[in-house]
């Protein structure tokens, strides 16, 4: 899941939010600044994802509610069964 932030100034910063946790760059969490945009990656998206996300730019903040849904996978090869996939809405707040 990924969602962007576009700033007025290019070096301004901003810290982004799970809830009142602030994210860092980790193996879970890729924060990119490119220009005037501001991006959140998640990777590996799972349902302990969902919750509300931030992006404090000092003088302006934007939210965002991330839910995963499942989404039915069905297997065409009658050896395999069918299996579930993480699907992925970003509900804007």
């Given amino acids: ?17 799970k809830g009142r946790a ?10 990119i600044a490119e220009g005037s945009k501001r991006k959140l990656i998640i990777k590996q998206c799972t349902f302990d994802d969902e919750k509300k996300y931030t992006c404090d730019a ?12 499942r989404e039915l996978v069905m297997c065409i090869d009658p050896c395999r069964t069918s299996a579930f996939a993480p699907q992925l809405v970003v509900v804007r707040t």
């Fill in 22 to 31: 602030i994210l860092r760059n980790c193996e879970k969490y890729e924060i």
């Fill in 58 to 69: 000092e003088d302006s903040r934007t939210s965002a509610r991330l839910t995963v849904q």
């Fill in 1 to 17: 899941m990924s969602d962007f932030l576009q700033v007025s100034r290019a070096n301004a910063e901003v810290k982004w939010y």
